[in-house]
């Protein structure tokens, strides 16, 4: 299963500089297991925000749920989850030409 | 250049069932011939939605621009367009696995 | 997976009547179907709307979504989806007491 | 009377991991004593977020408030409350097949 | 129980002198029977628009969701319904006045 | 003149029990003298909610807004006021029955 | 009594011109008479659209509605009505000068 | 040039009285300064909120912001500027009646 | 005077092809008169949509009214407006360097 | 390419006044080295806000997410970007006339 992930991180301005250096070298370190482990497809940062979204896959909610509370960040996360499913032109596709092209 | 682009298809409950067919397979064909370039990447259908979140490359804005226009629903779209760049966490995986796991 | 569905139904005023009635004739008899396979957990009509709030149960999100869309009203519908998970009191009740009271 | 009720927990990021602890432990024994007196019917954390969707039972509003306040929770919610009665395809079900089936 | 009831009246500009005039004395018709009934117990239109607010009374919601449906022009209205409980204040009031003052 | 006003009363959660106690005391008694001057009809709680509903009456607005000001809590209020008229239907039942049903 | 009144007017596009035309004949007419009698102190159109803020003035607010829905494009309005006082400023530059300066 | 300037002014709750004591009575002293030249035309505070709307003129753009900023409470003031020209109806009245009714 | 217009263009999507071509040649024709005379400064199509973004300068705000409504298409608009002033940056820039570079 | 970017900026109020100096002074100095590489093309302020729009230019996305960082404020800002292409009208103007007038 897919989700279309937006996650927009609310960190106070005030937050001293060490602590944003360290939450965000642990979460780097989560996000590489987790895409690692075929959990987190891809992320994308949004031009000039802190936020991003990302396709996420998972076995279940349960599963989804866990993952993106083990990010370091994720008490400062404000979520979105969009269930995705197959588009009828990607199953268009692969009946003549078999999986997407790479990206 | 990458872009989130979300899709909401309004079109009147009352179109006939035949424009309806004849639009959305020409919609599919002009779909897989962006995929076929390369410039539409991904694209899912939200769930319970006529609605669609997709991926999409691009070289400059006027191609994004053209590209959506060369759909055949794009005037029953309601579109909106998120500039994307690289995730740091994307960024930290390249530099020691090089590309992203292929999905 | 259970996902709480929120489905405003938004038939013109105009409709005829006999078009309405055999329109919800037909809902509510795919409705049932969908209640016996398990898919449809509860339903419930939100107070003064043509609107309702649903626990919907599905092994995936396709199944979901292809379920929303046999329904006969789906076009007039504007659906909602949200993902949900057992929540800690719920486990915590389980743990102790087994299954959820019947209701 | 049977009433969804959304709530979103906005607790400051800050509050000390102690405090947060007791408040769930105490939060998770009221919500079972409710549950075992048919009070709260049903309760699903929403994906990603500290957030939650509950089918509340209550012979009064009065009750239905004087539970949600029971909470130890409770000052840091935001809720919504939506009305619900037996849904058209309920009652059909139900003058066919009795109860509608346990989940 | 009482009820905050919001009714937003959206009848297309172009409906005829005659059927606005006809649902207009069926809708006051039916709701000085509401009115008798004890369940509509005060309704009042916003000062410049099509829209009232009213305080309904229910001995359950069903019977609230009824009666708004009994009013001829209900294929028009936009509902939205909040339930009210005593105010802290009319509480206190009660305990050494007794009832609230007539109006 | 009436008004529908609705109090949202937002009081930081980390206020002192014994300061809420004070505040809630004043307040009270307050709207106990608002209710006896007549200025003050009715007032409801929202389910769920630190926020209420009233039926203001004033003879100017610079009435309305002194009273409201009068509050120990206002510093802490988000205040909408909607004016509001006699509903057709209340001059449809005054003329037959005169006034209407005391509640 | 004081009143922000902001109509924006929303008639079709495709509305006749002659209807058009004799509509604001009698739009302007009528919007004299009520500058004539002092309800209608001042009215500007907003820049850009046709949508307008009027400052009204009323003895009741049964007055204001009557008012408002005297104008014949009313079936084509929606109308927001916010309530007036004297602004500190404004009291504070009578008690010295007097009446503001004309304008 | 005239303007609709809405005004929220957001001051913290906390700050002590004798700072708002004085933010206000230098505010209200520069408010007159500026009615005085004729650029603050009139200002009304709106019911039951610490906001207010004024029409504010002005020879250009930067001295309507300049004039805006000259507040004392401008840091803690929300701004929405509207920009109005003259209403069709007044023009009719100018041309029969001259100049607006004072007020 | 310089402000940023956004205009969003709603035309029906059944409105003929015939009819749009024409209306959007008249709207070229005209936009090149008002880039002539200096009013329309520039403008932008927004990427995925039949809307725009321009600069737009004018003498009076009745002028840039009328030159608004001076497009064919004007009844079709979406119009909001927001007054620009230069940016403390651009004043820097020009006390060292003279005139912006062109763009 | 070209951006609109909207740029809110929102500084607690109580930022001391030297903080505040210091940031402006060192955003203006970043700002005009982005003016001179041709990155930042137009910035205004919006009357009555700290906040600006701006066009911005980049050669990718990065790039434009890599400007908008490098600002001092940025920590502050609440930021959204809206990507352009050439209008219809400055397409046809540019046919017949060359380059846009400069401005």
Aim: net charge negative.
């Amino acid at each position: 299963m897919l989700f279309l992930v937006n996650i927009d991180v609310e960190m106070p301005a005030a937050t001293p500089q060490e602590v944003k250096d360290d939450l965000r070298a642990r979460e780097n370190a989560r996000a590489m297991e987790l895409i690692k482990a075929g959990k987190l497809r891809r992320i994308w940062r949004i031009v000039g925000q802190t936020a991003n979204y990302g396709i996420w896959e998972a076995d279940t909610l349960e599963e989804l749920h866990a993952n993106l509370g083990s990010l370091p960040m994720y008490p400062y996360f404000k979520v979105e989850v969009t269930p995705l499913i197959q588009h009828p032109a990607t199953e268009a596709w692969s009946k003549v030409n078999g999986a997407m092209p790479p990206f």
